[in-house]
């Protein structure tokens, strides 16, 4: 079967620096994409890794190892507005998109 | 309007009832979706739509239909109302199929008695 990994909760500082991860076992893998969702709201993009190593945008990177089957969203100078749940996702050899529960990242000041 | 918008924003129903839940976009894009997502689990494809005048059936279809008679409008159809349909459905967009991103809905809260 497909599946997606994501811890379900973490807790980190304002301004530190914090890591999801993301395991998955799909059908085929044509890319990994990270959301971002608010609560009560819609999902928002926030990266697309579909060849291995880091892809960095502002204070947001992303990873990808294919061989192992994992990625990773890194988050640096944490602000109180990052508190959301992020939520991973991997297309797979259909194109479809199978999606992570999502991790909720809470902020404390 | 800009982007993809929903209707209605919630909703509750009783069980049996007929629903539509409509979903428009107006960025041109080809392709479609209907997602649900419901605590402590991923989004979960309902129907897509990677043109006007197809659609396709993802991941848990059942109790569920669509229609895309023009590039805009993706509306989504409960036959007959069940409580397990209880959930939030978002609607996504993406100018073409495969790995271009997808652009959400605000989402409808879907309460089902």
């Known amino acids: 079967g497909q599946n997606i990994d994501q811890p379900t909760e973490m807790t980190a500082t304002e301004g530190a620096i914090v890591q999801i991860n993301c395991t998955y076992q799909?059908?085929?893998?044509?890319?990994l994409f990270w959301y971002q969702q608010h609560a009560g709201e819609a999902p928002t993009f926030l990266s697309y890794n579909v060849l291995d190593g880091l892809e960095e945008k502002g204070r947001f990177s992303s990873f990808l190892s294919r061989s192992k089957g994992y990625s990773y969203l890194l988050l640096k100078e944490l602000q109180m507005k990052d508190s959301a749940s992020y939520l991973c996702a991997v297309a797979d050899s259909n194109y479809q998109l199978i999606w992570g529960a999502g991790t909720k990242l809470i902020i404390k000041p | 309007i800009a982007g993809i918008t929903q209707a209605p924003t919630s909703q509750i129903l009783a069980a049996g009832r007929r629903m539509t839940l409509r979903c428009t976009q107006d960025m041109r894009h080809n392709a479609m979706y209907w997602y649900r997502q419901d605590l402590g689990l991923g989004l979960r494809l309902i129907h897509y739509s990677n043109t006007a005048g197809t659609t396709g059936k993802g991941e848990v279809p059942d109790g569920y239909s669509v229609s895309r008679a023009n590039t805009d409008d993706f509306p989504l159809t409960l036959a007959s109302a069940v409580p397990s349909q209880t959930s939030v459905y978002f609607c996504?967009?993406?100018?073409?199929?495969?790995?271009?991103?997808?652009?959400f809905g605000p989402g409808t809260r879907l309460t089902v008695l």
């Open positions: 799909t059908s085929g893998f044509n890319g």
């Open positions: 996504a967009s993406a100018a073409g199929q495969g790995t271009d991103t997808q652009y």
